[in-house]
């Protein structure tokens, strides 16, 4: 997490240029190493950057809003906010995989490694007591597990989530949709504090961003980003929890949904789904099977993951005592077969990994 406030300047100047969007921002980053280099480049160099045209390269040069982006450099020193670029070593893996992640981000709190074992449980603001039980009992479990649970701290489902989890011990991670110093709803404002402590509170939205309905989907992109797999507890036929999970299953993530009351108005969206093909799940068990991801005997140490290169990471963390095919392996992190054996035999080499007959695979 970084807390350099002429740092921060550079990268909201950039933000703050009209049709720069997170792939935009992240193209110029690569291209030119910084935001400050990238607003120094000519606008023919600009527009050698893939996607940017004539029309965005000439906004670079002449459209930073240099007064709002001292206002949130005040704002950010003001309220002690952290922020986090995808060039940091600690940004979450899991988000960084998925197509349009965030250059930066707000925080409060901190991420560690453990947060790479992440579960986003989503649904619906009006929950009836039968949706607020099973949220519970399932952010519960998982957070005994060692599993870090992510929601997007709205009332409901999400709320009851991210409370079981601190309740039980475990970490927890709140997307805004709203800048990170504006508490919505204002009556999770106790909440905060506490999710802070046991994990962070993000947000990419400028501070003092309210909480406009358009922003929703694009924090939900984020929920499901920093996740294994996303649970929709309970959700109705145009609930939002529904968007995440499909942004879940564009990131290739796991969607899993839990059975609701085929009468009730809150349980149509839940339902829909797993008639569409979601994951049927009554429990955390569930989830953790159809995962893979390892939870010691009896459980409820989490095993870190090795410091390990991006892609021997993104392989080992999904990989369990139960042997998986190359195939099956393969096709879960979205590598080529061939690409998939040079890293598992990287991971061989290392003692992490054992390969069996049949082309078969486990943790060590």
């Known amino acids: 997490m970084r807390t350099s406030h002429q740092e921060l300047l550079e990268w ?61 450099v005040k704002l950010a020193e003001k309220n002690k906010v952290g922020w986090m670029t995808f060039q940091d070593e600690d940004y979450p893996q899991n988000l960084k995989q998925i197509y349009d992640f965030p250059p930066f981000f707000f925080i409060q709190g901190n ?61 927890t991670i709140a997307v805004f949709g709203s800048g990170i110093d504006v508490i919505y709803p204002k009556e999770n404002k106790k909440l905060v504090d506490k999710v802070i402590e046991n994990g962070a509170i993000i947000s990419e939205f400028l501070l003092g961003t309210k909480p406009e309905k358009e922003n929703f989907p694009t924090r939900n992109r984020i929920i499901s980003g920093l996740s294994l797999g996303v649970i929709v507890v309970e959700a109705g036929a145009k609930s939002g929890a529904l968007l995440t999970a499909q942004f879940a299953l564009d990131q290739n993530k796991e969607v899993f949904a839990i059975p609701g009351n085929l009468t009730s108005k809150t349980s149509e969206g839940a339902n829909a789904l797993i008639k569409q093909g979601a994951k049927l799940v009554t429990s955390a068990e569930d989830i953790i099977t159809e995962l893979r991801v390892y939870t010691s005997p009896g459980a409820e140490k989490f095993r870190p993951v090795p410091e390990l290169p991006v892609e021997e990471k993104s392989i080992y963390q999904i990989l369990s005592t139960e042997p998986a095919h190359i195939d099956q392996i393969a096709q879960t992190v979205s590598f080529s077969t061939g690409q998939a054996l040079s890293v598992l035999l990287n991971l061989e080499l290392k003692g992490l990994v054992k390969q069996l007959s049949g082309k078969m695979f486990t943790r060590v």
């Open 12 to 72: 909201i100047a950039l933000l703050t240029v009209p049709n720069v969007g997170p792939i935009h921002f992240v193209s110029l980053v690569k291209k030119f190493g910084s935001p400050k280099s990238a607003l120094s480049a000519s606008k023919r160099e600009l527009m050698e950057v893939e996607g940017i045209g004539e029309i965005t390269g000439t906004d670079i040069k002449t459209k930073v809003d240099w007064k709002e982006t001292e206002k949130q």
């Open 111 to 171: 991420l560690t490694e453990r947060d790479d074992r992440a579960v986003a449980i989503v649904g619906t603001r009006t929950a009836s007591t039968y949706g607020r039980n099973m949220a519970e009992r399932i952010s519960s479990d998982l957070a005994v597990k060692g599993f870090t649970v992510v929601s997007g701290f709205a009332s409901g489902i999400d709320t009851y989530s991210h409370q079981a989890a601190l309740t039980s011990g475990g970490r």
